[in-house]
């Protein structure tokens, strides 16, 4: 049974409904809502969430903690079983993710509730495509979710591990049963090598009408399918009834222009998405490039803290209903799993307009500052779309690091270590490449161009190209090879840079 007529008439009415909506309010609310089910919990009694009223009481009782805060203060010494600890009752699993940054290891709650709210902003999502496309029948096939191994552990009796993509495929909606792939014997799959192969042959007589993941693995499924066929990339030809690519996780501008040529021919739209093992945040509901809507009402308040500000001692929180166009912000989350002001780690800019809308702007780790540059993630991401097209080139993969002075009177620099799709640059090229790349960042940070006067303070930014498959084979080195894992882009991390360096030298 094809139920796209029947999601197009919910799809309206959940329209409807949200948009008459005040987004202030209903934050409001919700947060309240959150609180009054946590009173009882420890970190309620801890922060006197009784005597919590009003998003300003509820501020004023919870400072801003990250991840390792909640770890070594709340969730460490009872893990695996989180019993009334930051959210009632037992969380029954918890998403596995490393830090892009540093790929150390992280345990994010996930609690009954946040699940229903992912599927939630997930219908949403299929929602906003059948309005935008009335004749969909992007339910009358299969949705294909290249994600991570759906394979779960037991850390405890009733309490599961694994990839986020392995909790939600537990927990898969009734309606949606039997309109999804991969089946579970190649969804549990963990080589990612493997499974890619085993993918490409079983979907060849799959109707596929949704294509789900990050953009880097997706590449490289398509390439393998299509070498597979032996045609040429095509998604027209691939999938032809393909109505929708949904990406998300990292800066798309590097892809796009690949993904452009994919889709010549295809009558599928791209849909950006905002999720993360903390919750869904937002998607698309328009076209393409105008933002994403936050999801107001799926388990998760948020707060927004101006980037300068997050480590200072009184941070301005700001939230829905004073947050203001066109600043760079730190996103705060609590949520329906025992998250309380904790910060993402993502930076976000809202968009104006009546409707609350995102765009996402970097990390709160990820921006380049080893010299006083200040580059932010959304600046340098740019720069390496607009330097690839200034050669005509896609770039598959890229990461960028500090290069420190070695010897007295050397300036220091950055180092992009970049994949171009298609057998690699010229040295011609490479050299527009990174000409580009500095005009670009002069032009709009005042920071980097500063340094950069005379070569004053910086050196030009050096481009190391490397073979087709280097960031694929890097990540499989370190076991994150697919899967929600992404190449992380900005590597302050100096091991961690020094690792990918050495790794890059080393090959053939």
Not at 227 to 256: C, I, S
Not at 398 to 425: C, D, I, M, Q, R
Request: aromatic share 10%; with cysteine.
């Amino acid at each position: 049974m094809d139920f796209t007529p029947l999601m197009w008439r919910w799809a309206n009415w959940r329209s409807a409904k949200m948009d008459r909506q005040d987004p202030a309010k209903v934050q409001e609310r919700h947060l309240l809502s959150l609180v009054g089910r946590a009173r009882a919990t420890k970190f309620g009694r801890d922060h006197d969430f009784n005597g919590a009223r009003s998003v300003v009481e509820f501020q004023a009782r919870v400072p801003l903690r990250r991840y390792e805060d909640f770890w070594d203060t709340y969730w460490c010494e009872p893990f695996p079983v989180l019993k009334d600890i930051s959210w009632p009752g037992t969380i029954p699993y918890f998403a596995v993710t490393s830090g892009t940054t540093t790929g150390r290891t992280k345990y994010i709650p996930c609690s009954k509730e946040m699940i229903a709210a992912n599927s939630l902003a997930s219908a949403d999502m299929l929602g906003a495509h059948t309005r935008y496309r009335p004749k969909s029948r992007v339910l009358g096939g299969k949705s294909f979710m290249l994600g991570g191994s759906t394979e779960l552990i037991e850390e405890a009796p009733g309490v599961f591990s694994g990839d986020l993509s392995g909790i939600m495929a537990a927990n898969v909606p009734g309606w949606f049963r039997g309109r999804s792939f991969p089946p579970r014997e190649l969804a549990l799959l963990a080589d990612w090598e493997e499974k890619v192969a085993r993918l490409a042959e079983a979907c060849t007589d799959e109707d596929i009408r949704l294509l789900a993941g990050t953009p880097s693995w997706l590449l490289i499924f398509i390439e393998a399918l299509a070498a597979q066929k032996g045609v040429a990339p095509n998604l027209a030809t691939l999938f032809p009834n393909l109505e929708v690519l949904v990406h998300g996780g990292v800066d798309f501008a590097p892809y796009r222009r690949r993904f452009t040529d994919l889709l010549a021919g295809s009558h599928a739209e791209l849909r950006e998405v905002y999720p993360a093992s903390e919750g869904f945040i937002a998607s698309a509901d328009r076209g393409d490039g105008e933002g994403l809507r936050l999801n107001l009402n799926h388990g998760l308040f948020y707060e927004f803290v101006p980037v300068e500000e997050l480590d200072s001692e009184t941070p301005t929180r700001h939230w829905i209903a004073d947050a203001e166009p066109g600043v760079n912000y730190a996103l705060v989350l609590s949520s329906c799993a025992g998250l309380w002001a904790y910060v993402l780690g993502d930076t976000v800019e809202l968009l104006a307009g009546d409707t609350p809308r995102v765009k996402v702007t970097g990390r709160t780790s990820y921006m380049l500052s080893a010299f006083g540059e200040h580059l932010i993630a959304s600046e340098v991401e740019e720069a390496v779309g607009a330097a690839a097209g200034e050669i005509g080139a896609s770039v598959s993969d890229w990461s960028v690091g500090p290069l420190f002075p070695e010897t007295p009177g050397e300036l220091g620099g950055h180092l992009y270590v970049v994949e171009f799709a298609g057998g690699g640059a010229s040295e011609a090229q490479v050299a527009a490449f990174a000409a580009r790349l500095d005009r670009d960042l002069s032009a709009t940070n005042e920071d980097y161009a500063a340094h950069r006067a005379e070569g004053f303070g910086l050196k030009p930014p050096e481009v190391l190209p490397v073979p087709p498959g280097t960031f694929a084979s890097w990540m499989k080195s370190r076991g994150q090879l697919g899967g929600q894992h992404k190449v992380p882009r900005i590597i302050m991390d100096e091991d961690l840079f020094a690792n990918l360096r050495a790794f890059v030298v080393g090959r053939p």
